[in-house]
């Protein structure tokens, strides 16, 4: 069973599936679906379109020298039959596309390094810019707020309400955990409270 590859997109056409034209030059084009086909027939080219293999290739988000890839390149040479030797290449092929995935992610992952910190410092620099948009908080709020906040040792979350300006904090405990909410009143009172 010969799986041929999408002249548009690259994706894998089984037998029996999709769609092939036949030019009067003899030569002949394999789609995978007729998304393809039409993409084909309006003369789009695939390098500018994003979902398509050959702009990702291009992009530098697939693999493009690699040695597995070249057992998938089309031989044109008649061979004998032998069980053995159809064995032998069933093997191979099971362990090309292990060694193809394999590879596949290490190139993804050596793709994504430094991604969460470009994130970051995008989400810092907007930030920064729209600092003007934020709602301040008075000095001796924070003041108030930060000293609150180490009175309670080894407590884990820490929430803010912003019209009573509440602070629950949460103790780390196995089974269920019990609840302490202070209350930051506006002249500077602090009220405790436990619950269950």
């Known amino acids: 069973m010969r799986v041929d590859p999408c002249y548009f997109c690259g994706r894998p056409t089984f037998p029996s599936k999709g769609i092939v034209f036949n030019r009067n030059d003899g030569r002949s084009f394999r789609f995978c679906r007729s998304k393809c086909h039409k993409n084909f027939k309006h003369r789009r080219n695939p390098n500018k379109l994003k979902w398509t293999k050959a702009s990702r290739i291009k992009a530098g988000k697939e693999m493009t020298v690699d040695s597995t890839l070249l057992f998938s390149a089309r031989r044109n040479v008649p061979v004998r039959y032998n069980r053995h030797l159809m064995e032998k290449t069933i093997q191979a092929m099971a362990r090309v596309s292990e060694i193809r995935a394999r590879r596949e992610r290490a190139f993804y992952k050596r793709r994504m390094v430094g991604k969460k910190a470009r994130e ?77």
């Open 120 to 196: 970051l410092a995008l989400a810092r620099k907007l930030v920064a810019e729209n600092e003007h948009l934020l709602p301040r908080m008075r000095g001796s709020e924070l003041r108030r707020l930060k000293e609150a906040a180490a009175m309670e040792v080894g407590d884990v979350a820490m929430e803010v309400d912003q019209d009573e300006r509440i602070i629950t904090k949460r103790k780390n405990k196995v089974f269920g955990g019990e609840q302490r909410k202070l209350r930051v009143r506006a002249n500077g009172d602090i009220d405790m409270a436990q619950e269950e």
